[in-house]
């Protein structure tokens, strides 16, 4: 094997064991953070600042029993949780983390990354519905309605910083955020994309296929044990995989003052991004589920639309003029 | 012939097959959607990476998905799956199975006998994509349009609700 | 739309406010004086016992969980022979202690009475029994009260102050 393929190897386990080590991780940084913003302690005994409560958590995640209901369907309730994991850590292909640290440049990155995060509603509605229990089927109903109504929006909010770049390639667009972060032209695109990620993750406050106050945990009910725990783990690396988008996307990717290495810029602005997720859950309330999707068919949509056409019309007049 | 091609044709085909002989729905959407990703693969090698990303964001990220949310409020249980393997008697399945085994047939003669042209491996990015829709074939764009809108009105209609009054006294108040 | 940005805002600076929990096992929790916890039986200044065994606390005790018996000693002074309280039953709702007429039974501030034998909750009276006078220092019942004894009534005795008669009391 020449270097090259080493590197290669190494960026893509890298970037796969980085997620996987991180993930966990994150579930420690939330009781904590939680805890901070709500006057409380939060995990502190086992291990320095309660770090290792991450590692009991997952052992006991691990031994717990497995549970696979009688009435479930069982080969798509073992699918299911899956499907997330699978779909998310697919999306961190083409994510571009430094220059020359990402797995693969495709040339329709951002596309592929609607259509892996598109793909995800399949575990929300899949496992709600072989758990033939009348609550999941009631989470996944409201899952699949709201991740396929904020996908739209989602794409949406995105085609400015497409048209302003002129390409799909998630390296371009950082590249092209070089002496302004999108973030300033792109505003409304920027705070759309945010509450579609935070849907489309169904994090806090739109939480609503899980909402434990009315469904007890919506689609994941019947679920124990590790098909949980990946549940689990997938809505934290989904986490990860928005707050990294809106870096790449509006916050200039890895660029920023060079005293620091441009991955490190990269992890920082990630890390804000989660913090305010964290900051989000802390804060605000469920909204009811006609409420949100009001706000999105009624709010969102036409204000993305708008965003779009403002944003085609100032390029083209620039353009020729 | 590329190797990625050839799995990813086959796994189509089975998936497709699968998805007609599967009795319960929602398995058969399951491999309708495994048919659908392939064909995704399918058109990324042919050099169509833009629509091999929407077929999967809208075909299966989507459609599928409020396909199998139809299929979840019918609540359909065993007598449905009856029902279906009642209808799919060897007797109706056989004479469109024997036209799509013609189908198939020819296909892998084509494809064996390279007498078409190699792929054509130059691809065919978004920009060209959008150009020809809005340029040769700007009257399908709008039809489809039109079309759209036309549903979108039939579902403004089906689902306009009567305004709720919550009192006798208040049914003639207009507010 | 404002509200919801300056709600997030003001979270956020709970971040600077001092904690409301406290570290338990190392830090005590302050309880105060009047605490209702670990159920005692308190003694008179000179260290007699101050139950007389008149039932009333295991009366009122609404999950019945205070059981004892009374007796006498030779004098004819009432004390309880047993005195068993079930705390796995208990639900500190201190009406013993509203109902001891000679303030014996008292409600202390303790919670700490973790056990892992269920066996361990059941208090016999040794364990009950503190060499304290609880919340009513000074007090001691046979001394406002008198005390009859064999062939004596109360204030009867040559040196003995007559018993206090409690329709005076009454306004």
């Known amino acids: ?321 | ?175 | 739309m404002f509200s919801i940005v300056r709600s997030m805002w003001l979270v956020f600076l709970h971040m600077f406010k001092k904690r409301v929990t406290i570290q338990y096992p190392e830090q005590k929790a302050k309880l105060p004086a009047r605490w209702r916890g670990r159920i005692v039986l308190t003694r008179d200044p000179d260290m007699g016992e101050r139950c007389v065994g008149c039932y009333l606390c295991a009366a009122a005790c609404p999950v019945d969980c205070i059981s004892l018996q009374a007796t006498q000693d030779e004098s004819g002074r009432r004390y309880p022979a047993f005195f068993r309280i079930n705390f796995s039953r208990c639900i500190f709702c201190g009406y013993c202690e509203e109902a001891c007429p000679t303030y014996a039974i008292q409600l202390i501030p303790d919670f700490e009475m973790g056990e892992y034998n269920r066996q361990n909750l059941v208090y016999e009276k040794q364990d009950l029994l503190i060499d304290s006078q609880g919340k009513y220092p000074g007090y001691n019942y046979y001394k406002v009260a008198g005390m009859a004894i064999q062939g004596k009534e109360k204030g009867a005795a040559i040196n003995e102050e007559k018993p206090v008669d409690i329709h005076s009391l009454v306004p």
Do not use: C
């Open chain 1, 1 to 321: 094997m020449d270097d090259a393929t080493i590197s290669h190897l190494l960026i893509t386990f890298g970037v796969l064991a980085g997620l996987l080590l991180v993930a966990p991780g994150l579930i420690w940084l939330e009781r904590r953070l939680l805890a901070l913003w709500q006057d409380r302690y939060g995990p502190n005994r086992a291990g320095p600042f309660g770090l290792l409560v991450v590692l009991a958590d997952t052992l006991k995640l691990f031994f717990k029993e497995d549970w696979i209901p009688p009435f479930a369907d069982k080969k798509v309730f073992v699918l299911a949780p899956a499907i997330v994991v699978i779909t998310v850590l697919l999306s961190f292909v083409v994510i571009p983390f430094a220059p020359g640290i990402i797995v693969a440049d495709m040339n329709i990155g951002l596309l592929f990354f609607l259509a892996m995060s598109s793909m995800g509603a399949y575990s929300i509605i899949l496992g709600g519905w072989s758990s033939n229990n009348k609550y999941a089927l009631l989470g996944s109903m409201r899952g699949a309605a709201q991740l396929i109504s904020y996908e739209v929006f989602m794409g949406l909010s995105l085609m400015g910083v497409v048209l302003m770049t002129g390409s799909f390639s998630l390296i371009d667009i950082v590249e092209a955020q070089r002496y302004q972060w999108f973030i300033v032209p792109q505003f409304l695109g920027f705070v759309i994309f945010l509450i579609a990620g935070i849907a489309e993750t169904h994090r806090l406050p739109f939480d609503i296929p899980e909402a434990e106050s009315e469904l007890i945990a919506g689609f994941h009910s019947e679920y124990s044990g590790m098909k949980f725990g990946l549940f689990f783990v997938g809505e934290y690396i989904g986490i990860m995989l928005i707050s990294s988008m809106v870096t790449v996307l509006f916050l200039g990717g890895w660029y920023g003052p060079s005293f620091l290495p441009p991955l490190a810029w990269f992890i920082i602005k990630m890390f804000g991004f989660i913090f305010f997720f964290i900051l989000l859950r802390a804060s605000l309330p469920r909204p009811r589920y006609d409420q949100l999707m009001e706000f999105g068919w009624k709010i969102l949509l036409p204000l993305s639309l708008l965003n779009l056409v403002v944003t085609g019309g100032i390029i083209l007049w620039m353009n020729t003029h």
């Open chain 2, 1 to 175: 012939m590329n190797i990625t091609f050839i799995i990813a044709s086959f796994v189509a085909v089975l998936a497709t097959i699968m998805a007609i002989t599967r009795y319960n729905l929602i398995h058969a959407l399951l491999y309708l959607v495994i048919s659908f990703l392939s064909i995704a693969i399918v058109f990324f090698v042919l050099g169509a990476p833009f629509v091999a990303a929407l077929e999967i964001i809208v075909y299966a990220g989507a459609i599928v998905v409020l396909i199998i949310f139809v299929i979840m409020m019918l609540n359909l249980k065993e007598e449905s799956v009856e029902q279906e393997r009642i209808w799919f008697s060897r007797k109706v399945i056989l004479g469109p199975s024997i036209l799509s085994i013609v189908l198939l047939g020819e296909l892998i003669y084509i494809l064996l006998s390279h007498e078409t042209t190699a792929l054509t491996t130059q691809a065919v990015d978004a920009k060209s994509v959008g150009l020809s829709l809005y340029g040769p074939y700007i009257i399908g764009v709008e039809l489809s349009g039109l079309l759209l809108m036309s549903g979108v009105v039939g579902a403004y209609h089906l689902g306009r609700q009567k305004k709720k009054v919550q009192h006798r006294f208040l049914e003639n108040q207009t507010t």
